[in-house]
């Protein structure tokens, strides 16, 4: 359960955020929309710690998280251009945080092999990250989010830039792992149609 | 296809992109070092070097003073760079300005400084000395590079779960790793072929190779001892390149070209970066600040004399005016870097292997400048006494340096980029002009500095070279210095340290 | 490929050139209205002194310079027969058997003398009431431990001269013991002439620890002339028994293209208004014996009548022998 409560960040004089109250219950999805520039990224990056908060608090099953510094807060992000390691294969960006938690390679193979499956990848799972079409890129992202079973996943504008045949597969199958798995979650969107395929919707105004 | 006619393309690009530099390098260097090698070589002298036990003990400690100084420069320098490439703060740019302006000083300058706080000569001296030239090294080449990965990455490596060290191992690493071996590379070089710094703070037991043959090739008279041991030293640092190629990973990473991004100040590590640049400052800056004290202040009181002196124009005991030393120093640094920057943004756009233009970097000052005068006596080539001899030899010396410096800059470039010019209709010439040019800019810029930087403290291959009144910079401080009266010498001061404010206004602006 | 072919090609033309041989005509000068003068970086001549040279000759007087008196030594030779210049100043006896050796000069000259000498800080030794040294043997003396400090003899001219000083007062057979005894007595070795005297030297600008400094007997004068504020009188003093003659020599260079004005150029070096001009330009004695010294000159500097001195061809027989005998005694 992801609580946000009177989520401020400031920066440099300007108020980017101001006082965000919500709650985003186990293993439900959140939608997050909003005007371009309102700050959604920025909500993201404050909720996952790479981005100081001014003000209030991220609490994750009771738990203030807010001081934890983003590497031990066990929240994934896939952001909107995937950021995939360039020089690593598919394999080794997805069990990057496998190897962070030193599974064996035994574990970590079965993993990324696992997780290669649900996003309908498995032929990929060598190839170099720089020949990888769009959709590809979004999914393994996500697949590399996963890898590590974070306890809440950020989504940022998860199927934006995409034709809309790929887009509505990718949004498919994103829910449809999403409500499998019941991970909580929080998607920053601007589509309408992505927005009511998830439970609950907030939106940020200027 | 396409790849095959990309592939025919750069290749025979590559050919006649090069004529111009490797024409250059042939008749002002590898002639000129042939020609020495050729009149002054002697197996026999070079087997009694090798047997000589003195000789072998010179040899050892300019490697492992070289290994020790590039060891301490990295440890000083790497924080530096990450932290002036990934944060802006105020006081950053004035940072950079006195981390990099080190490298134009003369050795004499710097040394002199050094030597001002420690009281004593030997090793500590010289590993400091080395430090404060060579930290620049680091920043102008890992810099750029370290700026331009992406921060998203560092993000992402982040929320699965990685501490920041980690992040730095496995994430950014691979990134800047070719940039820092070279980095690393050539600030052992310079600290192995240090001359100045030796001569001043060395005392009789130091010694390196390069000062050795300078003693033996000038003091001595002793030209054949002198190359044989060129000869060694060219050995050894050959024998350093090809271990760094072994090291250095397959063909760089494609990155994408990002504008150098100024990133917020993370919460853990809000105080970091100040106390990196703040120990980096104080290690480099302190022997300046005392050539500046020294200018100021005699028999412990403050006296602007030397200043007042400096500014009417003329220089104390020497027949040449402070304008014309400055104008003649601005005039071949301008002309060196005129020559050297093209030349190394010809080498920089193809992928040529570097060898041939990292031999200026291999071979000793001193062997050039004693095969300058002896290969350019006689017409039509009778140039050794020409005034435009030194802002070429300023460029060869530079050359190695400036391609380095622009390489991250011409590999960054995608060719994406030109694909898309030449749909546009542009020539390949046009689309070279228009798009790489126009991204190369602010690389093209720091590489002028960067020629500039080094014409103006060059001192080791010119000072073989005569000239007629065309004094320079680090020729008049250490003429200034050499002569006895006070005035004279808090002028010599004085000129060092109005060449190390102007120097460090000017690098914080570059 | 691109690489080799020319590289070929250059180092072609450079056989081919060094194999052709340089044509020299003697009887007539190259450029008649220039001569060549090669000197030292630090030859600093009055301002308009050539001058006169120029109109009594239609010769303009090119002064072309490039490192101290060893590179231009070094250099000097290995252009022998092909020099760079036409008359060469400031070959010193401790070079001058090395010059002839590699047949450099056609005629040469002494052009002006100096000496090198221990120079002292007079403040130091009265503010503490204790007696300067007034002789190479008193530097061994406890009293005056670990107040001399001198440059290393392999790199710099007045830190042989010294070393040569020492060796023609004590003798080739017993200067070692000497620096034995001073290495005992903590003798400073600097590098260079800078490092010793404006920083290890309390006599001046460096104030640093060391009173007593191996430099030139003309050393006082410039501290008068080149004073932060205007003084009397100099705030060092020389030890005159420890004063090393060092002459200058001027001379013609062998193969040179104008050796008729260089020739004119020499007689215009020795003659009364450029030996005249030469103790405060270039602080060094005149060897005209016609010419008068300035008044500071004859106050301050210090050119004793009977100085240390050694035959050059034993210079040039021994200074490898001696200077590696001194390197192992020193470290």
Partial sequence: MLKVSNLSVVFDGITILDKISFTVPTGSTLAVVGPSGVGKSTLLHAICGLVRVSNGSVFVNETDISAIPAHKRGIGLVSQTGDLFPNMTVSQNIEFGLRIKHK??????????????????????????????????????????LAPEPRVLLLDEPFSGLDEATHEQLSKDVFQLLSDLSITSIIVTHEIIDAHRCDEVVTLKK | MAEYMERHHLVSKT??????????????????????????????????????????????????????????????????????????????????????????????????????????????????????????VVLRIVGPRWSMVNHRLEHA?????????????????????????????????????????????????????????????????????ATALAVLQALIISLVFLVVRQLRRSPSLSLHVSAPQALRTKPTHRLTPFIIIAIAVAVVA????????????????????????????SLPALSVSLQSVVTTSLVFAIAAACICVPLALLVATTSAPRALFSLPLVVSAATLGIGLIITFNTSPYAWRSERWLIPVVHAVIALPLVIRALEPATRAIPSSLRHASATLGASPFISWVRVDLSILKPALLRATGLSMAISLGEFGATSFLSRSGSTTLPIAIAQLLGRPGVATQQAGFALAALMIIITVGVMSRA | MKYSRVLIASLLVVIASACSSSSSNTSIDATPNEV????????????????????????????????????????????????????????????????QKAELLTNYEPVDYGDICVNYDKQW???????????????????YKNLLTVQDPVASSPGLGFLLGTIA???????????????????????????????????????????????????????????????????????????????????????????????????????????????????????????????????????????????????????????????????
């Avoid at chain 3, 030779?77 to 058997?97: C, F, H, K, Q």
């Avoid at chain 3, 004119?264 to 060094?284: C, G, R």
């Avoid at chain 3, 240390?308 to 001696?322: F, G, H, M, S």
């Fill in chain 1, 104 to 145: 064996t390679k035994a574990d970590r193979t079965a993993r990324v092999q696992e997780l290669l499956e649900m996003i309908n990848l498995s032929s990929l799972a060598h190839r170099n990250v720089m020949q990888l079409s769009g959709g590809e890129v979004r999914r393994i992202a996500l697949a590399r989010a």
């Fill in chain 2, 15 to 136: 050919k006649t992109l090069l004529i111009a530099p490797v024409v250059f390098l042939s008749i002002f260097f590898v002639v000129p070092v042939t020609n020495t090698f050729l009149r002054y070589f002697r197996f026999s002298e070079f087997s009694s070097v090798l047997s000589s036990q003195p000789l072998r003990g010179v040899a050892w400690f300019s490697l492992w003073q070289a290994v020790v100084s590039t060891l301490l420069t990295l440890t000083i320098g790497l924080p530096a760079t990450w932290a002036l490439s990934r944060f802006t703060f105020r006081g950053a740019r004035l940072a950079r300005g006195i981390l990099v302006a080190p490298f134009v000083l003369p050795a004499v300058v710097v040394a002199a400084g050094v030597l001002a706080i420690t009281d004593s000569r030997g090793v500590t001296p010289i590993l400091w000395a080395h430090v404060v030239f060579n930290v620049s």
């Fill in chain 2, 157 to 225: 490596a982040a929320t699965l779960g990685a501490r920041p060290s980690r992040t730095f191992t496995l994430v950014v690493w691979p990134h800047i790793a070719d940039a820092v071996i070279s980095a690393a590379t050539l600030v052992f070089i310079y600290c192995f072929t240090s001359f100045g710094v030796i001569a001043i703070l060395g005392g009789v037991s130091r010694r390196t190779l390069e000062s050795e043959i300078f003693t033996q090739a000038v003091r001595l008279g002793n030209t054949t001892t």
């Fill in chain 2, 286 to 313: 302190s022997p300046l600040v005392a050539t500046v004290y020294r200018s100021l202040v005699i028999n412990g009181h403050v006296s602007f004399t030397a200043w007042r002196t400096l500014f009417s124009g």
């Fill in chain 3, 36 to 99: 060549t003068l090669l000197a030292y970086d630090a030859f600093t001549p009055q301002e308009g002194i050539f001058d006169a040279f120029t109109a009594a000759t239609g010769a303009k007087v090119k002064v072309v310079t490039g490192g101290d008196s060893g590179v231009l030594v070094s250099k000097a030779i290995l252009t022998a027969g092909n020099p760079e210049g036409d008359v060469l100043w400031g070959i010193d006896n401790t070079l001058l058997s090395r010059a």
């Fill in chain 3, 125 to 143: 030794f009265t503010s503490r009431n204790i007696a300067p040294p007034t002789s190479l043997e008193d530097l061994a003396l406890p009293t």
């Fill in chain 3, 169 to 331: 007062h004590f003798g080739a057979d017993n200067w070692q013991g000497y620096w034995k005894s001073l290495k005992a007595n903590g003798v400073r070795i600097a590098s260079d002439w800078t490092s010793a005297y404006t920083i290890d030297f309390s006599g001046s600008s460096g104030k640093g620890k060391y009173p007593l400094v191996v430099s030139y007997g003309s050393s006082p004068p410039a501290e008068v002339l080149y004073a932060e504020k205007p003084i009397e009188t100099p705030p060092t003093a020389v030890i005159e028994s420890t004063c090393f003659r060092q002459t200058e020599y001027v001379g013609a260079l062998r193969g040179s293209r104008n050796p008729n004005n260089a020739k004119k150029l020499i007689s215009y070096l020795l003659d009364i208004s450029f030996q005249e001009s030469m103790p405060l330009s270039l602080f060094v004695f005149p060897v005209n014996e016609k010419a008068k010294l300035p008044v500071l000159f004859t106050k301050f500097a210090v050119a004793p009548e009977n100085p240390l001195t050694l035959d050059p061809v034993d210079i040039e027989k021994n200074r490898d022998a001696w200077l590696s005998t001194w390197r192992d005694i020193i470290l």
